[in-house]
């Protein structure tokens, strides 16, 4: 089975940096599409940045030149640095992956548990 986990969360104040890290297990990674996703409460999950299988990197405006999507495929893991945090970085991160969990299989889309960021001013 596919599997997500986070890792990194938790309270910092602004100014200040956290990396996040999420675990993939049960898919072929190199090869998937990977993401962090975020969402504040009363609001829709957006997109914070993503990471093709080409290395490939994308991120939201918002966190353009503070925030760093990176992977190793060797570890199955994807980073996020977040530097320069804002109190309105305050979110549940959650980790993406679109990729297959075999070969000749479909591509699914699967999501980790989320890690709660809390930036205080």
């Known amino acids: 089975q596919v599997q997500l986990v986070e890792s990194g969360g938790g309270l910092v104040q602004a100014g200040g940096s956290l990396r996040l890290s999420c675990a993939a297990s049960?898919?072929?990674?190199?090869?998937?599409?990977m993401a962090w996703y975020r969402q504040a409460p009363g609001k829709q999950r957006e997109l914070v940045a993503a990471?093709?299988?080409?290395?490939?990197?994308n991120y939201a405006d918002s966190v353009k030149g503070r925030f760093a999507i990176s992977r190793d495929n060797a570890k199955n893991t994807v980073f996020l640095q977040m530097n320069s945090l804002k109190p309105e970085d305050t979110a549940v991160y959650y980790c993406?992956?679109?990729?297959?969990?075999?070969?000749?299989?479909?591509?699914?889309?699967?999501w980790g548990q989320g890690t709660q960021v809390t930036v205080s001013s």
């Open positions: 990471v093709t299988s080409d290395s490939s990197t």
């Open positions: 049960g898919i072929l990674f190199s090869s998937s599409d």
């Open positions: 993406n992956a679109v990729g297959r969990p075999r070969r000749l299989v479909p591509k699914g889309d699967y």
